[in-house]
């Protein structure tokens, strides 16, 4: 394993300052209807698609953005949708675990590569993250799904969809998908279809 270097994990916490900041949104979910979180939401929206147009433009710049970031959508904005998605889409308790297993098992997941020093740029020859972070991932993912939802079964599904969408890149046409979008509807694709039986 490659040694610890602390710059590299302050980086990555800075980072996941952010991703720990979202679990607002399921919190403000607990006390709010689908109408009113959606609504602020779309609200919230609107703010962070007018910074990306003038970061994007050079007008302003925002700290802890990744170097493949700088010309395109942060991914604090792929989360944005992600969160909106999950709860227009999934039922109340299911959309919650969802947008906390992003928050906080990617977060957890991230730190643990900062730890490991995974190297990010050999991620898509490897086709996937390292044991200890896809451990990571599974685990925390697992223990929140339980907590929200009291059952098992569903809590696992949940998990597996959160590693599976956080730890191997998915790519379409050649593109890849930012995890902040697949983490959350994968994960509650699959804690839907559990919640059935």
């Known amino acids: 394993m490659p040694p610890f270097k602390s710059s590299s994990f302050k980086e990555e916490a800075k980072r996941k300052t952010i ?6 949104i399921p919190v403000l979910y607990l006390f709010l209807s689908r109408e009113s979180i959606l609504f602020a939401l779309g609200l919230a929206f ?18 802890f953005l990744r170097n493949k970031e700088e010309k395109k ?15 227009l889409i999934f039922e109340k308790r299911i959309a919650i675990a969802a947008i906390l297993m992003l928050a906080i098992g990617d977060a957890a997941s991230g730190l643990t590569g900062a730890v490991i020093h995974e190297d990010k740029s050999e991620l898509y020859e490897r086709r996937m993250k390292s044991p200890e972070v896809m451990l990571v991932m599974f685990v ?15 809590a696992v599904l949940g998990a597996f969809g959160a590693t599976i969408a956080d730890c191997v890149p998915l790519r379409v046409y050649n593109v890849p998908i930012d995890d902040n979008l697949t983490i959350p509807l994968l994960s509650g694709v699959l804690m839907s279809f559990g919640s059935m039986w």
Do not use: D
Not at 140 to 154: A, E, K, N, R
């Open 19 to 24: 991703h720990i900041c979202g679990v607002a």
């Open 46 to 63: 609107i703010i962070i698609f007018a910074i990306e147009w003038l970061r994007l433009h050079g007008i302003v710049s925002l700290p």
């Open 73 to 87: 959508l942060g991914a604090y904005v792929f989360f944005m949708i992600g969160a909106f998605l999950s709860i």
């Open 140 to 154: 925390t993912s697992l223990i929140l799904g339980w907590l929200v939802l009291h059952s098992l079964p569903v």
